[in-house]
């Protein structure tokens, strides 16, 4: 990762950090520590003391750490993440008190209780939302969405990675139409379509959601067994990873005729979706954008959607902003959101339809533009 970029990154987070007077921060979060570090392997933690970042791993990602993290001081652990930490505290000397990231397990909790008291260096810890008042330090501060506020806005090396991994789905989506034809399962299709992926050099950002015909009416089905049939309708949930940063995209496809009931469904998602998106730039109200979509849908006899509108996404397939009726804040450019309207009918069908939308400084722009759109195949 580039020093410079690590740089701007933790004298935002110092600023953060700042406000709530901590001044040692442990990062749990494996996102988190990717952010603040470049790190992508596993089982490792990050320390944020002044300006200097640590990254506490083990001897099977040295290697990696050394290569993608040199704006860190990477330290190698031998034993227990909490004896790590205490020993850094230990070394320095200024620390008084620890701050940890509510993502932390209640047992990792305890231990890096005893082991920061045993060295004997720092008085107390903060603790974090979530974790209960008894098991909390003296001086309970909340250190939740510290890292993540930052997140939300991306800066343009992660705008520039997540469009890559726009266009990896799209072209993978492109590459595995072909395949959507009468006998193939919702398994099968969603191998291939995980498969092609994989050949473009990503992984995926998520469990892939291929859903025919009734199944679509369930937003987070689970492919299974069920063969495609003709004028069965197709929903296809998918995105590519690439660097560790995600992509996501719904299309919906229709195989060898569309009943006009469908259609209807299929043009209101497609105008609530366009609706939501027109609303979108900076400054402006997060529930302004969700109502966008619902109203559109709601002027209508069908069924308006129980989820989100919407969601940002980057490092995770989920993070801030939450487009919903009771979201909080206003768009800021350089975030990075989904639009994802629905109607679902029980029994009968599904239909979603889902892009990704960079917010700029003067509007927005839809990064997965591209990605194959017919409702209707052969």
Same mark, same amino acid.
């Not at 047992?107 to 209960?132: N, R």
């Given at each position: 990762?580039?020093r410079?970029?690590?740089r701007?990154?933790?004298?935002a987070?110092r600023?953060e ?8 921060l442990i990062?749990?979060?494996?996102a988190?520590v990717?952010?603040?570090?470049g790190?992508?392997?596993?089982d490792?933690w990050?320390?944020v003391?002044?300006g200097?970042v640590y990254l506490?791993?083990d001897?099977?990602?040295?290697e990696?750490?050394?290569k ?5 001081k990477?330290?190698d652990?031998?034993?227990?993440m909490a004896?790590?930490v205490?020993?850094?505290?230990e070394k320095?000397?200024?620390v ?7 993502t932390v397990?209640?047992a990792?909790?305890e231990?890096?209780k005893?082991?920061v008291?045993?060295v004997?260096?720092a008085t107390?810890?903060i ?6 008042p008894s098991?909390?330090g003296q001086?309970?501060r909340?250190?939740?969405?510290i890292?993540?506020?930052v997140?939300?806005v991306?800066?343009?090396s992660?705008?520039?990675?997540i469009?890559s991994a726009?266009?990896?789905?799209t072209?993978?989506?492109a ?6 034809k ?6 099968e299709l969603?191998?291939?379509?995980d498969?092609?992926?994989?050949k473009l050099?990503a992984?995926n950002s998520?469990?892939?959601i291929?859903?025919?015909g009734?199944?679509g ?5 689970q492919p299974g067994t069920?063969?495609?049939r003709k004028k ?21 496809f229709v195989?060898g005729?569309?009943?006009a ?7 209101v998602v497609?105008q609530?979706?366009?609706?939501a998106?027109k609303?979108?730039r900076p400054?402006v ?5 969700d109502?966008a ?7 209508t006899?069908l069924? +308006?959607y129980g989820?989100g &509108? $919407? =969601?940002?996404?980057?490092l ?6 939450? #487009?919903? *009726?009771d979201g909080?804040g206003?768009?800021?450019a ?6 994802e ?10 239909v979603?339809?889902?892009d990704? +939308?960079?917010?700029?400084? &003067? $509007? =927005?722009k839809?990064l997965?533009r ?5 409702? #209707?195949? *052969?």
């Amino acid at each position: 990762m580039d020093r410079d970029i690590i740089r701007k990154r933790i004298s935002a987070i110092r600023r953060e950090l700042d406000k709530k007077k901590i001044r040692f921060l442990i990062v749990t979060s494996p996102a988190n520590v990717t952010y603040i570090t470049g790190f992508l392997g596993a089982d490792s933690w990050a320390a944020v003391a002044g300006g200097r970042v640590y990254l506490l791993t083990d001897s099977r990602y040295t290697e990696q750490a050394q290569k993608e993290c040199p704006s860190c001081k990477i330290i190698d652990r031998a034993g227990p993440m909490a004896g790590a930490v205490a020993r850094l505290v230990e070394k320095l000397t200024s620390v008084r008190t620890v701050a940890v990231e509510d993502t932390v397990s209640l047992a990792d909790f305890e231990q890096l209780k005893k082991a920061v008291k045993a060295v004997g260096c720092a008085t107390h810890t903060i603790l974090v939302k979530g974790v209960p008042p008894s098991n909390r330090g003296q001086d309970a501060r909340d250190t939740m969405g510290i890292i993540e506020t930052v997140r939300s806005v991306k800066d343009e090396s992660e705008i520039a990675t997540i469009r890559s991994a726009a266009a990896i789905s799209t072209k993978a989506l492109a590459q595995t139409l072909p395949y959507i034809k009468p006998g193939v399962t919702e398994s099968e299709l969603a191998g291939m379509l995980d498969f092609q992926i994989r050949k473009l050099g990503a992984r995926n950002s998520f469990e892939t959601i291929v859903a025919f015909g009734p199944n679509g009416s369930r937003p987070h089905h689970q492919p299974g067994t069920r063969k495609l049939r003709k004028k069965d309708a197709v929903l296809i949930d998918f995105g590519a990873k690439y660097k560790g940063y995600c992509s996501d995209i719904t299309r919906c496809f229709v195989i060898g005729g569309m009943t006009a009931f469908y259609k209807k469904v299929y043009d209101v998602v497609e105008q609530a979706q366009a609706a939501a998106i027109k609303t979108i730039r900076p400054g402006v109200k997060i529930t302004q954008v969700d109502a966008a979509a619902r109203e559109v849908i709601d002027k209508t006899d069908l069924p +308006v959607y129980g989820h989100g &509108t $919407g =969601h940002g996404f980057g490092l995770e397939i989920h993070e801030s902003p939450f #487009l919903k *009726p009771d979201g909080k804040g206003k768009l800021k450019a350089g975030q990075v959101i989904t639009i994802e309207p629905g109607i679902y009918i029980p029994g009968k069908l599904g239909v979603r339809i889902e892009d990704d +939308v960079l917010v700029t400084e &003067t $509007g =927005h722009k839809i990064l997965t533009r591209h990605c194959p759109h017919s409702s #209707l195949l *052969p």
